[in-house]
């Protein structure tokens, strides 16, 4: 199993930066890929960034150019530059990965989500 432990949520005026992170802990043998998604009420939970264990990255078009997925040495860790926020970029974000571990092979987690409100 594999436990996902984010933080860095909170208010920021517009055009402001926030910066995420996620931790996933646990029985790993290796993580495939991590990611941040996002859900706003009323809406479908939608992605943000995504990283591969290779350093590939993907964007959703709304956030190419403000947004930067990273990890850190150890691999277990996933952040989420935000830059130059907007109202809209408010929402619960959630961080995701896609985990092998040694006592359940592949699975897929979800932290508990941190929110992120953009308002003046």
């Known amino acids: 199993q594999a436990q996902l432990v984010e933080s860095g949520g909170g208010l920021v005026q517009p055009g402001g930066s926030l910066r995420l992170s996620c931790t996933v802990s646990?029985?790993?043998?290796?993580?495939?890929?991590m990611g941040w998604y996002r859900q706003a009420p009323g809406k479908q939970r939608e992605l943000v960034a995504a990283i591969s264990e290779g350093g590939n990255t993907v964007y959703a078009d709304s956030v190419k150019g403000r947004f930067t997925i990273s990890t850190d040495n150890t691999k277990n860790t996933v952040h989420l530059q935000m830059n130059s926020l907007k109202p809209e970029d408010t929402a619960v974000y959630f961080c995701n990965a896609d985990v092998i571990s040694w006592v359940d092979g592949q699975g897929d987690y979800w932290g508990q989500g941190t929110q992120v409100t953009v308002s003046s």
């Open positions: 646990g029985s790993i043998y290796s993580i495939n890929r």
